[in-house]
């Protein structure tokens, strides 16, 4: 892998090397989460699944799952969960099976893009995403997507790192997210240049009032977002209309 300007890719061309990248680096995507974020990602997933907040026995997907953390962490939650994980990637699925051997309740994987996902209409009572609407080729043909599958009432939840308003907030995490993460994600994580594409993936992404506006626009009623860290982080969310 060569290149870390995506964006300048066409469309398909972006979805296999997004592809490929994960693939690269699925081996140790788990360890290098843990120290780029300080295990702080672990709390921000936990405030994103009480966002849901799942009925006992819902049917949950969990798209673009990776190696499953909010799946394992909705199912840690409540295991009368059925969890469905979706992803592109064989390598980070595969690393979520093995994981799922050691978690209690129903996780099940289907391999597949999230832009076009192989489930009927309304097949879902909630749904999570996380760290990968800034991956994808197209985010508003994503957000009718999961809008398909939700039930009416269902809501999704998005997490994901953000663009801080306050820029003193938004210099400090830059100099981290775009000098820091490369170098330490390039030694943990094995790979230099993914860990160069993915913060350079925010830069394309809207801001967090423009995603919600897109999440509106998409058809999500109730359309909202939560700010952590300053606003690095944000949680956005919305319901499928009745
Ligand atoms: C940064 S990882 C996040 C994984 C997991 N959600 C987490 O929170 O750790 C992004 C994931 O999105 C997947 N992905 C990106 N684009 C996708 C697409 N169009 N369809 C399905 N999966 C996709 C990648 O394969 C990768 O596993």
Request: proline share 6%; net charge positive; with cysteine.
């Amino acid at each position: 892998m060569t290149s870390t300007q995506p964006h300048a890719r066409p469309a398909g061309e972006k979805g296999a090397f997004v592809r490929e990248m994960f693939a690269s680096i699925a081996p140790r995507y788990d360890l290098a989460n843990r120290v780029l974020t300080g295990r702080q990602d672990e709390r921000w997933r936990r405030r994103a699944i009480a966002v849901l907040a799942p009925n006992a026995h819902a049917k949950i997907l969990d798209c673009c799952c990776g190696t499953g953390d909010l799946m394992f962490g909705l199912l840690r939650r409540d295991p009368t969960l059925t969890v469905t994980g979706l992803d592109f990637c064989e390598p980070m699925l595969e690393r979520a099976a093995i994981r799922a051997r050691r978690v209690r309740g129903a996780a099940q994987f289907v391999q597949g893009d999230v832009m076009a996902m192989p489930f009927p209409e309304e097949s879902f009572d909630g749904a999570t995403m996380g760290f990968s609407l800034r991956n994808v080729v197209d985010i508003d043909a994503t957000l009718r997507e999961i809008l398909r599958v939700l039930r009416p009432r269902a809501r999704f939840v998005n997490l994901d790192v953000s663009k801080a308003p306050n820029p003193i907030v938004k210099r400090l995490f830059d100099l981290y997210f775009y000098r820091v993460v490369p170098l330490v994600g390039g030694i943990v994580g094995g790979s230099r240049s993914a860990y160069t594409y993915l913060p350079n993936s925010l830069r394309h992404h809207p801001n967090a009032n423009d995603l919600r506006e897109r999440f509106a626009r998409a058809g999500f009623a109730e359309a909202g977002y939560q700010a952590l860290m300053g606003g690095t982080i944000a949680i956005h969310y919305g319901v499928k209309p009745q």
